[in-house]
């Protein structure tokens, strides 16, 4: 079982719309992290957020903690080709020192 | 500017044989971990470690040993590949997570299993 669920899986959209992903859990984390992956590549940081109810804001990407810290959203704002890549939420429990990952949403924004 | 060095990029191996990926940071990062990328797929947490002389298990162990002599380096061996182990296997290091710190990913390595 999948302790961090993340929808949709796959995501195709037409550049200039808007999306929005989802990262959910039944248990509450201490902080969680949002990376993105490109094609034969390691993932990389976006954002961080440790605060119930937090919103973090990175150009087009907002970014939202719930107020229970169970999950979390990334809505992308008019989105462009270069925003394509797998999206992978992390979540840090309280009890444990590791990072554990939800499966990814995998995104293709057409031009 | 090297942060998280993984060797090989590509191997492939046959059924019964043995190999160890080698991962070495130069962040003096304390916590250092393994991950497993199936295709398609988020990551599968291997074995990971808080300092040198210190490793646990992931989600995913079995099949795989790691060790932790020193700060740098992480390697992880396989032994008796099987199929199921074709995978991409990224080396991670961070400071400690409990404060929200970045992991940093290597390239990762390409193994199939034949």
């Known amino acids: 079982t999948q302790l961090l669920e993340q929808s949709p899986q796959f995501l195709s959209i037409q550049e200039g719309e808007n999306l929005t992903v989802y990262c959910n859990s039944s248990?509450?984390?201490?902080?969680l992290q949002w990376y993105r992956q490109e094609p034969g590549e390691g993932p990389v940081l976006l954002v961080t957020?440790?605060?119930?109810?937090e919103v973090k804001k990175l150009k087009r990407l907002t970014f939202q903690f719930g107020d229970a810290r169970k999950d979390s959203s990334l809505h992308i704002t008019a989105a462009q080709p270069g925003d394509t890549g797998l999206y992978l939420c992390a979540g840090l429990k309280t009890s444990y020192d590791k990072v554990i990952f939800g499966p990814g949403t995998s995104l293709s924004v057409i031009p | 500017n090297a942060g998280v060095t993984q060797t090989p990029k590509f191997r492939i191996l046959k059924i019964g044989q043995s190999m160890t990926l080698q991962c070495t940071q130069d962040?003096?990062?304390?916590?250092m971990y393994w991950y497993r990328q199936d295709p398609g797929m988020g990551l599968k947490l291997i074995y990971y470690?808080?300092?040198?002389?210190?490793?646990d298990k992931g989600e995913v162990p079995n099949g795989y040993n790691v060790s932790r002599s020193t700060t740098e380096d992480f390697p992880l061996r396989l032994e008796l590949a099987a199929p199921s182990q074709t995978s991409v296997y990224f080396c991670?290091?961070?400071?400690?997570?409990?404060?929200?710190?970045?992991?940093?990913f290597g390239e990762g390595s390409w193994l199939t299993v034949v």
């Open positions: 962040m003096n990062h304390n916590y």
């Open positions: 470690s808080v300092g040198a002389g210190i490793t």
């Open positions: 991670a290091s961070s400071r400690p997570v409990d404060r929200g710190n970045t992991i940093y």
């Open positions: 248990s509450v984390f201490s902080s």
């Open positions: 957020v440790v605060t119930g109810g």
